[in-house]
Every structure is written in structure tokens, then in C-alpha cells.
């Protein structure tokens, strides 16, 4: 028999990852009481920490925090409750198999300078390239860091939120406002070959454009990913993403949220068009004012709500909101500390694998067909330059993204194809890490299939959906754009809504923000 609890909750959220922590930190410091349930038995979701082999922890699958809004770090007070960022944003490096690689500062006189050992045309053109982007970046991010205008007001004209964006855009003067505008639809080769000669920094900085994507860099619309990347990007987190949902989790219980682990959420219960609840665990029922869902919009629509809650226009379009998984994540406990071969004694955090856009291309051809290339696109994190208890002094961890992996392999998953995307992988790492694979004391393969199955994403999607021009100006539909939805009472903001995924906390931040707007 199903028991109904009378709570006094205003909100229940449903999962309690970084946009779920987020929410109920913002919605509990304004004084609403809120409950999170989180279905796996810690907090964190996709920037969970874990360990997967004894004295190595691995980052979240979710290892980049130089996305996380420093607003909203300043708002919640997190460093009062234990988070440090570094002052600076990282350097990141592109290692290649013959050649010392390119390390790419984030100063730009230094980029400059080291981009200067391949082409001193690059040099001068990386310098205006930043300066482009920083010119730029208030009008990107202000949409970033905003909900998205109402398009046309209740008269049918177009809405006053609208009109002020466009005028900012207008402010950047005619030539970069052109420039702005003539980038969105464009590629990411096509826009990079524009600025430079060089194939390792063209490729370096192409990563960001085409990762957790259905897309290469010569597909329309990454050239908007990279822009939107270079304009968000700031400084780490210390200790990475488990480090920020550690200060998340403190500020919302110290703000008076409640959060409950091993809460497996069934259903999102209605009445009369409104909702009303939560069903968990099999039958316990919990109510409240508003249920804000944090999982991805497919199972939020789909699957948690009753049949004939949605109508058939937006049934039809979650059903074709795309989220194809393409990343596996891989984690690997080495016995000593990495020694990259062009950079042997200097700290790396960050490591881009693929020497042009050609190799990206190719890399990303085969997941179209059900196949993965042999030598994948990597993007690693080596968490124990700034977090040393990650694994045993002296020993370290590579919190590796394989990008172009597909969920739906051709043929299928299993033991034997895990082992072998593993070693693809590894022989990837000893191009420019020679030496690794005796190194290894474990290996973790987790494809987009496990990340489902452990995360609780749709296809493992780790965006929540792929972010293409269609999935991102408008996300995920417009029903549901301003985190409301026609069911009265429900909100969403995962990564399936504005501004999209990734270790940024604003779409919980603002899904927050909507239902404190309509209570």
C-alpha cells in the first residue's frame, strides 16, 4: 500500500548532482524548505568523486570546473563553506608523437610565445583571437548567465527581454557584432582555418567545440560550442569537481535544505494538471508546492510523469530531442607520476590529444556507423597537481573523456569491446607518455552504455542532450525553455535546459531563480 507523507516542503528536487545542489542551495537561502533526493548513495551525480581502485579516486565524469560561474560562487558564499579556485585559468597541453607538442598558456603573451616555435603569424593571430573573443565575451555570457528572453509578449509583439538583448549585441559595434552573428552558424574548421596556420593549435583548441557532441569540427554549428567555450572558460576549481559539490552540499544543508541518498525517484505525481509530489522507493509518496527535476528532460517528460500529462506536440519533440551518447570515460591508476614525453618535469593539468582537425574528423567519422576509431580523441584530467590525495604519494591518476565513442555500438557492448577501447586508449596515452602501459595498477572502462546504467542518463549522454545550433538556442523545447513546463508546479534545470552541460551550476542556478520568480 502506497503512504502519502505530509511534508510541508515548498520544493523537492529530483537528483543531487552539481545543478541539483545548486537549486536547493539558492532556493533554501531565500527561505524556502527543500528537499533533494539523490537515487545513488552519495551526492555529486556526474561530478561525483569515486573510487575505483583501492587509494586511487577518480574525478567526476565531469572533470572540467573552468566552467563554473563565479557569480554564483560569490552568491552561494562557497568559499565560506571550503572552496578555493585557483587564481589563474589552466594551460593546456597538446602533446604530439614526434615533437616536444604545444603547451597553451592562459596568458596570451606567454600562448604567443609558445606558439612562436611553430608561427610567428599564429603568434600575432592568437593575440587578436583572444582579443576578439574578450570583446565579445559580456554579450555571451550575459545570455549564458541569464534566462532565456520571452520571445513575444502576451500581445504577440516582441518581448522587452528580447529587444534589451539585441541592443547589447548592437553595442559591440558593427564590425564585431557582425562577426558575431556571421560565427554562430559556422564550423569550427571554418572559422579556426580563418585565424590560423598552425594544424596542433588549430586542433587544441578545436576539442571544446566537438566534445560530448553528435558532431566534427567541420559540422555547422560547432563553431557556436567554441565560441560559447572560450567565453565561459575561467580558472579550476582545487580538488576538481568533487571539491565543488563538497562546498555545494555544505552551503544548501547549512541554508537548511534537506537531502535524502538512495532515494530512487518512481514517478513525479499530478493533479489536476499541477504537480503535486514525488513518487520513491516503491510506493512512498512525498508532496510539495513545486518538483523541480534535474535529471535529463527525456526521462523528466517521458518517463517520471503519467501518461496524458503532456500533450502530443511536446511528446513528439522529446522523443526527437537528441542525446546520442558518444563519451566513454576511462580511469586509470599509474604507480608513479605521468611523465609526458615532450614536457618530461613539468606540471600538465590538462592534456588534448589529436594533431589536426583532420584527426578529429577522423576520430569522429566512425561513431556516425556504430564504430569507434583506433587512435579516440582524448580529453584528460591529472587531478594530483592540485588534489594529492587522489592516489598514494608518489602515484597518480588520469581522469580520461573519450569522445566519439558511440552508445549503440555496432554490434554490441561487452567484455571484449571494453578491452578493447581500453588498450585504443592506452596505445593513444604511450604515443606521447611512453612507458605508461607498465605503469597501470588499474584501468577503468565505463562506456556512454555504464554511464546510463551507473548516472541514470539517457543513452549517456553527458550533456543531457547533444548541443547542436537547434538544442541549444532554443533547450530543450520551447514549452519548457524558461525551466517551466505546461505542467503547472514542475520545473527543470539539468543540463537538458539553458545554457546546457558541462560544469557550469547555471542551469540549476536559474531554474531556481524561475520557480522563486513564480512562488
Same mark, same amino acid.
Given at each position: 500500500?502506497?503512504?502519502?507523507?505530509?511534508?510541508?516542503?515548498?520544493?523537492?528536487?529530483?537528483?543531487?548532482?552539481?545543478?541539483?545542489?545548486?537549486?536547493?542551495?539558492?532556493?533554501?537561502?531565500?527561505?524556502?524548505?527543500?528537499?533533494?533526493?539523490?537515487?545513488?548513495?552519495?551526492?555529486?551525480?556526474?561530478?561525483?568523486?569515486?573510487?575505483?581502485?583501492?587509494?586511487?579516486?577518480?574525478?567526476?565524469?565531469?572533470?572540467?570546473?573552468?566552467?563554473?560561474?563565479?557569480?554564483?560562487?560569490?552568491?552561494?558564499?562557497?568559499?565560506?563553506?571550503?572552496?578555493?579556485?585557483?587564481?589563474?585559468?589552466?594551460?593546456?597541453?597538446?602533446?604530439?608523437?614526434?615533437?616536444?607538442?604545444?603547451?597553451?598558456?592562459?596568458?596570451?603573451?606567454?600562448?604567443?610565445?609558445?606558439?612562436?616555435?611553430?608561427?610567428?603569424?599564429?603568434?600575432?593571430?592568437?593575440?587578436?583571437?583572444?582579443?576578439?573573443?574578450?570583446?565579445?565575451?559580456?554579450?555571451?555570457?550575459?545570455?549564458?548567465?541569464?534566462?532565456?528572453?520571452?520571445?513575444?509578449?502576451?500581445?504577440?509583439?516582441?518581448?522587452?527581454?528580447?529587444?534589451?538583448?539585441?541592443?547589447?549585441?548592437?553595442?559591440?559595434?558593427?564590425?564585431?557584432?557582425?562577426?558575431?552573428?556571421?560565427?554562430?552558424?559556422?564550423?569550427?574548421?571554418?572559422?579556426?582555418?580563418?585565424?590560423?596556420?598552425?594544424?596542433?593549435?588549430?586542433?587544441?583548441?578545436?576539442?571544446?567545440?566537438?566534445?560530448?557532441?553528435?558532431?566534427?569540427?567541420?559540422?555547422?554549428?560547432?563553431?557556436?560550442?567554441?565560441?560559447?567555450?572560450?567565453?565561459?572558460?575561467?580558472?579550476?576549481?582545487?580538488?576538481?569537481?568533487?571539491?565543488?559539490?563538497?562546498?555545494?552540499?555544505?552551503?544548501?544543508?547549512?541554508?537548511?535544505?534537506?537531502?535524502?541518498?538512495?532515494?530512487?525517484?518512481?514517478?513525479?505525481?499530478?493533479?489536476?494538471?499541477?504537480?503535486?509530489?514525488?513518487?520513491?522507493?516503491?510506493?512512498?509518496?512525498?508532496?510539495?508546492?513545486?518538483?523541480?527535476?534535474?535529471?535529463?528532460?527525456?526521462?523528466?517528460?517521458?518517463?517520471?510523469?503519467?501518461?496524458?500529462?503532456?500533450?502530443?506536440?511536446?511528446?513528439?519533440?522529446?522523443?526527437?530531442?537528441?542525446?546520442?551518447?558518444?563519451?566513454?570515460?576511462?580511469?586509470?591508476?599509474?604507480?608513479?607520476?605521468?611523465?609526458?614525453?615532450?614536457?618530461?618535469?613539468?606540471? @600538465?593539468?590538462?592534456?588534448?590529444?589529436?594533431?589536426?582537425?583532420?584527426?578529429?574528423?577522423?576520430?569522429?567519422?566512425?561513431?556516425?556507423?556504430?564504430?569507434?576509431?583506433?587512435?579516440?580523441?582524448?580529453?584528460?584530467?591529472?587531478?594530483?597537481?592540485?588534489?594529492?590525495?587522489?592516489?598514494?604519494?608518489?602515484?597518480?591518476?588520469?581522469?580520461?573523456?573519450?569522445?566519439?565513442?558511440?552508445?549503440?555500438?555496432?554490434?554490441?557492448?561487452?567484455?571484449?569491446?571494453?578491452?578493447?577501447?581500453?588498450?585504443?586508449?592506452?596505445?593513444?596515452?604511450?604515443?606521447?607518455?611512453?612507458?605508461?602501459?607498465?605503469?597501470?595498477?588499474?584501468?577503468?572502462?565505463?562506456?556512454?552504455?555504464?554511464?546510463?546504467?551507473?548516472?541514470?542518463?539517457?543513452?549517456?549522454?553527458?550533456?543531457?542532450?547533444?548541443?547542436?545550433?537547434?538544442?541549444?538556442?532554443?533547450?530543450?523545447?520551447?514549452?519548457?525553455?524558461?525551466?517551466?513546463?505546461? @505542467?503547472?508546479?514542475?520545473?527543470?534545470?539539468?543540463?537538458?535546459?539553458?545554457?546546457?552541460?558541462?560544469?557550469?551550476?547555471?542551469?540549476?542556478?536559474?531554474?531556481?531563480?524561475?520557480?522563486?520568480?513564480?512562488?
Amino acid at each position: 500500500m502506497n503512504h502519502r507523507e505530509k511534508t510541508d516542503y515548498d520544493v523537492i528536487i529530483i537528483g543531487a548532482g552539481h545543478n541539483g545542489l545548486t537549486a536547493g542551495a539558492v532556493l533554501a537561502k531565500k527561505g524556502r524548505k527543500v528537499l533533494l533526493l539523490e537515487q545513488c548513495s552519495q551526492v555529486g551525480g556526474l561530478a561525483a568523486r569515486e573510487e575505483f581502485h583501492s587509494g586511487y579516486t577518480a574525478p567526476g565524469v565531469l572533470h572540467d570546473t573552468s566552467g563554473v560561474r563565479h557569480g554564483l560562487i560569490q552568491a552561494l558564499d562557497l568559499r565560506l563553506h571550503g572552496l578555493k579556485v585557483n587564481p589563474d585559468p589552466p594551460s593546456i597541453y597538446a602533446p604530439q608523437r614526434k615533437g616536444k607538442g604545444l603547451l597553451l598558456h592562459h596568458d596570451p603573451e606567454r600562448a604567443a610565445a609558445e606558439i612562436g616555435l611553430f608561427s610567428t603569424k599564429d603568434a600575432e593571430g592568437y593575440k587578436e583571437f583572444r582579443a576578439f573573443v574578450n570583446r565579445v565575451r559580456p554579450v555571451v555570457n550575459g545570455v549564458l548567465d541569464n534566462t532565456p528572453p520571452q520571445l513575444f509578449d502576451s500581445g504577440g509583439g516582441v518581448g522587452w527581454q528580447t529587444l534589451r538583448r539585441a541592443w547589447s549585441v548592437r553595442r559591440l559595434g558593427k564590425r564585431d557584432m557582425a562577426e558575431l552573428l556571421r560565427i554562430v552558424p559556422m564550423c569550427a574548421a571554418d572559422w579556426l582555418n580563418e585565424w590560423f596556420e598552425t594544424d596542433l593549435l588549430k586542433a587544441l583548441l578545436a576539442g571544446p567545440s566537438v566534445y560530448g557532441t553528435f558532431m566534427g569540427p567541420r559540422s555547422p554549428g560547432s563553431a557556436l560550442n567554441l565560441l560559447i567555450w572560450e567565453c565561459r572558460k575561467g580558472p579550476l576549481v582545487v580538488g576538481g569537481a568533487g571539491a565543488l559539490v563538497d562546498a555545494l552540499q555544505r552551503a544548501a544543508k547549512a541554508y537548511g535544505a534537506d537531502i535524502r541518498t538512495n532515494a530512487q525517484v518512481d514517478a513525479i505525481t499530478t493533479e489536476g494538471g499541477r504537480a503535486t509530489g514525488v513518487s520513491i522507493n516503491g510506493g512512498e509518496l512525498l508532496e510539495s508546492k513545486f518538483v523541480i527535476a534535474t535529471c535529463d528532460p527525456k526521462q523528466t517528460l517521458l518517463d517520471l510523469l503519467p501518461s496524458g500529462a503532456i500533450n502530443e506536440t511536446l511528446e513528439h519533440r522529446m522523443g526527437t530531442f537528441r542525446a546520442r551518447g558518444t563519451t566513454a570515460k576511462v580511469n586509470v591508476a599509474l604507480d608513479k607520476r605521468i611523465q609526458l614525453a615532450g614536457r618530461p618535469g613539468e606540471p @600538465v593539468e590538462m592534456v588534448r590529444t589529436g594533431e589536426s582537425l583532420d584527426e578529429l574528423e577522423q576520430a569522429f567519422d566512425p561513431v556516425k556507423y556504430g564504430r569507434y576509431h583506433e587512435r579516440p580523441s582524448l580529453d584528460i584530467y591529472i587531478p594530483a597537481i592540485t588534489d594529492s590525495a587522489c592516489a598514494p604519494e608518489g602515484h597518480s591518476v588520469l581522469s580520461v573523456l573519450v569522445h566519439f565513442v558511440p552508445y549503440h555500438l555496432k554490434g554490441r557492448w561487452n567484455y571484449r569491446e571494453r578491452e578493447s577501447l581500453g588498450a585504443a586508449v592506452v596505445a593513444t596515452l604511450s604515443a606521447f607518455a611512453p612507458g605508461i602501459e607498465d605503469s597501470i595498477e588499474s584501468l577503468e572502462v565505463l562506456t556512454a552504455m555504464e554511464l546510463e546504467s551507473r548516472y541514470g542518463i539517457t543513452e549517456g549522454q553527458i550533456f543531457h542532450g547533444e548541443h547542436a545550433l537547434d538544442q541549444l538556442l532554443i533547450r530543450p523545447t520551447p514549452e519548457c525553455a524558461r525551466y517551466g513546463t505546461p @505542467v503547472e508546479g514542475l520545473y527543470m534545470c539539468g543540463s537538458g535546459s539553458h545554457p546546457g552541460g558541462g560544469l557550469t551550476c547555471a542551469p540549476g542556478a536559474l531554474g531556481a531563480r524561475a520557480v522563486l520568480t513564480n512562488s
